[in-house]
């Protein structure tokens, strides 16, 4: 939950670059595209990666569906499917600013679209995620499972990720929040 605090943020700061897009106001692509490598690696690689490869794991294994039909009822299958649709937004800001980097002004429309699509899924999902899925996770893993989670979720901040990655986005978020957000 506390990476979900600067993924919010960085879906703020994500939202007033699209604003100022929108308004054809002069935006500062490198901002953008640091954005779609924070997104890419923080949220999707580490904080997705962990939930899809450990955390939806153990919950199916606790006896709750994580596959199936995504509803109410199957709710880890829900988000699962939502961090692919997530992706394919993702590459479409991405396909957006590398055209706009060639000048074509036009694209600006293809980041905001699919930005303001990426931003409404996200702040969707973490609602779920924190109201639900992980109350549901909690209440249904042992404490050992969790404390094995933990462990698990911060090797995987440190193989799949790398040492003092996390932390650089941390930083960028924060540096980010400063421009945009005051």
Same mark, same amino acid.
């Given at each position: 939950?506390?990476?979900?605090?600067?993924?919010?943020? #960085? @879906?703020?700061? @994500?939202?007033? !670059? &699209?604003?100022?897009?929108?308004?054809?106001?002069?935006?500062?692509?490198?901002?953008?595209?640091?954005?779609?490598?924070?997104?890419?690696?923080?949220?999707?690689? &580490?904080?997705?990666? *962990?939930?899809?490869? %450990?955390?939806? +794991? #153990?919950?199916?294994? #606790?006896?709750?569906? /994580?596959?199936?039909?995504?509803?109410?009822?199957?709710?880890?299958?829900?988000?699962?499917?939502?961090?692919? %649709?997530?992706?394919? =937004?993702?590459?479409?800001?991405?396909?957006?600013? #590398?055209?706009? *980097?060639?000048?074509?002004? $036009?694209?600006?429309?293809? !980041?905001?679209?699919?930005?303001?699509? =990426?931003?409404?899924?996200?702040?969707?999902?973490?609602?779920?995620?924190?109201?639900?899925?992980?109350?549901?996770?909690?209440? /249904?893993?042992?404490?050992?499972?969790?404390?094995?989670?933990?462990?698990?979720?911060?090797?995987?901040?440190?193989?799949?990720?790398? !040492?003092? $990655?996390?932390?650089?986005?941390?930083?960028?978020?924060?540096?980010?929040?400063?421009?945009? %957000? +005051?």
């Amino acid at each position: 939950m506390d990476e979900h605090k600067v993924i919010k943020d #960085a @879906l703020r700061i @994500l939202e007033k !670059i &699209c604003d100022k897009l929108d308004y054809g106001e002069t935006v500062d692509i490198e901002h953008a595209e640091e954005l779609i490598d924070f997104i890419r690696i923080f949220a999707d690689k &580490c904080h997705h990666g *962990k939930e899809e490869d %450990l955390l939806f +794991q #153990a919950v199916e294994e #606790a006896g709750i569906p /994580n596959k199936g039909t995504p509803d109410e009822e199957n709710i880890f299958y829900a988000l699962w499917l939502e961090h692919f %649709l997530g992706r394919d =937004y993702v590459k479409g800001m991405a396909d957006g600013i #590398a055209k706009y *980097k060639t000048g074509d002004k $036009v694209a600006s429309y293809k !980041i905001t679209e699919n930005g303001r699509d =990426y931003i409404e899924l996200l702040r969707e999902h973490i609602e779920k995620e924190d109201d639900k899925a992980y109350l549901i996770a909690d209440s /249904n893993l042992s404490e050992e499972k969790k404390k094995e989670l933990l462990k698990k979720f911060d090797e995987v901040e440190k193989e799949k990720i790398g !040492i003092g $990655v996390h932390e650089k986005y941390l930083t960028l978020i924060d540096n980010y929040k400063k421009i945009y %957000l +005051q």
